[in-house]
């Protein structure tokens, strides 16, 4: 049985740096499955990975899934994983309704890769790397959504980050929402913060990225970007779903 392909779904960014972080990360997901799979998941050989986008960029998902298929001309069944942070409109109204489009009959979609406990630790790093010390303020800067359960997804993967750091963190927005980033940033000073850093929950470079670099903080953290812990939880989103895909398939 052909393995199920990936399609791994981001935003779209018009950022140089964003577009080849995310094609990064697809070839970082394609080798840790063909290792992973030739070590220990026999059943589920190497399966291609496919990027889409569902804004800015093309190709979109469903341009995507109705090119699957194989040598003989038939459909591909595929695991669509969404590269989001939080499970906001995208997840909850683009990315089904692409699936539906494609008319594709075979397709799994796993939850968004966050909030996780894994991204905490990730961004937990990017802050010391950016000279955060024990002491100083932060501020977790999310690109909002109108969407109460993206919101939500927010809130607790910035409990996350709290837990990782050992210290209060404070929630900003970079695009919607209130209140913003730079908000926050100018509150904590005038609380007494002698110095606040900025916590980017981004996944990659892009105009949202660059706007932190304005709000006022002492330093502003790297984006998520491709790091192994990122790449272990796509791919094991993968496995589960692929796993579950074969079964049906096969019954």
Do not use: K, N
């Not at 038939?74 to 989001?84: G, I, K, L, Q, T």
């Not at 100083?136 to 969407?147: E, N, R």
């Not at 050992?166 to 926050?184: F, K, Q, S």
């Amino acid at each position: 049985m052909t393995p199920p392909a990936l399609v791994l779904v981001a935003h779209g960014t018009r950022s140089t740096r964003g577009v080849q972080m995310i094609a990064a990360l697809a070839e970082a997901v394609d080798r840790e499955l063909g290792v992973a799979v030739s070590g220990r998941d026999a059943e589920l050989p190497d399966p291609a990975v496919r990027t889409a986008f569902v804004d800015v960029l093309g190709p979109s998902p469903a341009e995507v899934l109705r090119d699957l298929c194989d040598t003989a001309g038939d459909s591909v069944p595929a695991v669509v994983v969404p590269a989001f942070l939080a499970s906001g409109y995208h997840v909850y109204q683009d990315v089904p309704r692409e699936v539906a489009e494609s008319g594709h009959a075979a397709v799994a979609v796993t939850p968004a890769m966050g909030p996780d406990p894994a991204l905490a630790r990730i961004m937990t790093m990017r802050l010391r790397a950016a000279g955060w010390r024990p002491g100083d303020a932060v501020v977790f800067a999310a690109a909002g959504s109108s969407d109460a359960r993206a919101r939500q997804d927010v809130r607790r993967a910035a409990a996350m980050l709290a837990e990782h750091l050992d210290t209060p963190v404070r929630i900003g927005y970079i695009a919607t929402g209130a209140p913003r980033v730079a908000e926050v940033v100018a509150a904590l000073r005038e609380s007494g913060a002698q110095r606040v850093f900025v916590a980017s929950y981004l996944l990659a470079h892009g105009l949202f990225q660059q706007r932190l670099h304005d709000a006022g903080a002492d330093g502003v953290a790297e984006p998520i970007g491709v790091h192994p812990a990122v790449v272990r939880l796509i791919a094991d989103r993968y496995r589960a779903a692929a796993r579950e895909l074969v079964r049906t398939r096969a019954a």
